[in-house]
T-cell receptor
Framework: SQQGEEDPQALSIQEGENATMNCSYK?????LQWYRQNSGRGLVHLIL?????REKHSGRLRVTLDTSKKSSSLLITASRAADTASYFC???????????FGQGTELSVKP | EAQVTQNPRYLITVTGKKLTVTCSQN?????MSWYRQDPGLGLRQIYY???????DKGDVPEGYKVSRKEKRNFPLILESPSPNQTSLYFC???????????????FGEGSRLTVL
């Protein structure tokens, strides 16, 4: 299976702390994307990193990609209670191919 | 407001009773897709469509049908629902360019279906 695996499955932190989630995959990718899903809602695209990129920033989000280890991490800095959600990585293994989603990391940020 | 709209959001039905989950997008997107989300299995693609009258199977198409008669609509049809189709369903869309180049998707709010 090409499906990505997220780690940890669940993460609980205090407001203001940083949250780090990891994603590993098995076969080479074209790009890797992170999505957020608030409870009972649809997924929202957060950030995309291409296979030739190593790091990308968007506001309080920082994504890194290590293609040699076939892994990515999503860092949320200075977390807020509103960041409480499930976070999914999705990999694309060739241009024109479908997105393959991992099982997600459930993040809980306590006020 | 740009959005993907699914209906119904919640449905409880019985085995064998045909149902349709509608999906409509107002962004003039060419690409549309259906996913199901199950605990421990993540999101799995059911069907997708690159444009009007063009549909293709995803990873788990058994028991489902789709049609794409208009660009904005992509209904998911369960001809004879069974309990193993109890799931959370998502419709997603993107431009053709996004579908080809990046794969980035815009998701609807989801439809929670229970088949008894």
């Amino acid at each position: 299976s090409q499906q990505g695996e997220e780690d940890p499955q669940a993460l609980s932190i205090q407001e203001g702390e940083n949250a780090t989630m990891n994603c590993s995959y098995k076969t080479s990718i074209n790009n890797l994307q992170w999505y957020r899903q608030n409870s009972g809602r649809g997924l929202v695209h957060l950030i995309l990193i291409r296979s030739n990129e190593r790091e990308k920033h968007s506001g309080r989000l920082r994504v890194t990609l290590d293609t040699s280890k076939k892994s990515s991490s999503l860092l949320i800095t200075a977390s807020r209670a509103a960041d409480t959600a499930s976070y999914f990585c999705a990999t694309r293994h060739n241009q024109g191919g479908k997105l393959i989603f991992g099982q997600g990391t459930e993040l809980s940020v306590k006020p | 407001e740009a959005q993907v709209t699914q209906n119904p959001r919640y449905l409880i039905t019985v085995t064998g009773k045909k149902l349709t989950v509608t999906c409509s997008q107002n962004m003039n997107h060419e690409y549309m897709s259906w996913y199901r989300q199950d605990p421990g299995l993540g999101l799995r693609q059911i069907y997708y469509s690159m444009n009007v009258e063009v549909t293709d199977k995803g990873d788990v198409p058994e028991g489902y049908k789709v049609s794409r008669k208009e660009k904005r609509n992509f209904p998911l049809i369960l001809e004879s629902p069974s309990p193993n189709q109890t799931s959370l369903y998502f419709c997603a869309s993107s431009t053709k360019g996004q579908a080809v180049v990046t794969g980035e998707l815009f998701f609807g709010e989801g439809s929670r279906l229970t088949v008894l």
